[in-house]
């Protein structure tokens, strides 16, 4: 059972550009979740997602950032005009239930890295 | 509200010698906590996660972790530290919301990076 995928691993982009990260729940999960992680920081969440439908987004940027997990297809978490401080590597977890309910496990993938010139 | 502090941002071994590294945790409800660790340009992996059972929780590589309430405490250790050891190492609570039910947010710690000297 291939655990979450995300690509691509590494991105570069000029600012101004657009960045797009990918990710593919486990298996048999449904629901994802985005963290970002700063440079010497621990993670913060971004945005909790299920097919079709965005749950909680209270840790997304107001503007220029979004996301989306489509009923086919993975995750996609879209920055805008990308600026120097969106650099920073971001986590897609998934999870088959919310938190897996009783324990709140979720399970990490390895990350995208984003570096903004 | 949740929260998580790790006391130390580093912490520096000998091979061979105990680590601990150290947790404090605010919770108004029963927690779930995890301590995950990541090497460097890796993901996150699960050491060990404590949900209200044994306070003395057991996890991979011969890490385990103690849950003190009365310390709102939750410290990470090991007997003897490998060079494999060395990684960053993140305390982690469980976000509760309405209904005391788990939201599937975490709440990570700033780190601490552990170091082994051979």
């Known amino acids: 059972n291939a655990g979450v995928m995300q690509n691509p691993r590494h991105l570069v982009r000029r600012r101004g550009q657009e960045a797009r990260l990918r990710c593919s729940p486990m298996?048999?999960?449904?629901?994802v979740y985005w963290y970002r992680q700063l440079p010497e920081e621990g993670l913060k969440f971004m945005v909790y997602?299920?097919?079709?439908?965005?749950?909680?987004e209270s840790g997304m940027p107001k503007e220029r950032f979004s996301a989306e997990f489509p009923k086919e297809g993975p995750s996609i978490l879209r920055i805008q005009q990308v600026v120097r401080g969106d650099s920073a590597a971001y986590f897609c977890?998934?999870?088959?239930?919310?938190?897996?309910?009783?324990?709140?496990?979720?399970?990490f993938g390895e990350g995208s890295r984003l570096t903004v010139l | 509200a949740q929260s998580v502090t790790q006391l130390d941002s580093h912490v520096s071994v000998s091979e061979g010698t105990p680590v601990l590294l150290r947790c404090n945790y605010s919770?108004?409800?029963?927690?779930?906590l995890f301590w995950y660790v990541q090497h460097p340009n890796k993901g996150l992996q699960l050491l060990l996660k404590?949900?209200?059972?044994?306070?003395l929780v057991k996890g991979i590589n011969g890490f385990e972790a103690e849950f003190k309430k009365s310390e709102t405490s939750f410290h990470l250790t090991k007997p003897s530290a490998h060079m494999s050891d060395a990684a960053e190492y993140f305390c982690v609570v469980s976000v509760i919301g309405f209904g005391s039910s788990n939201t599937g947010k975490l709440i990570f710690g700033q780190g601490t990076t552990l170091q082994v000297k051979p």
């Open positions: 298996k048999g999960h449904s629901h």
């Open positions: 919770s108004s409800y029963s927690p779930s």
């Open positions: 997602l299920q097919k079709e439908n965005i749950i909680d």
């Open positions: 404590y949900t209200s059972a044994a306070t």
């Open positions: 977890a998934s999870s088959p239930r919310r938190g897996e309910l009783a324990t709140g496990e979720l399970f």
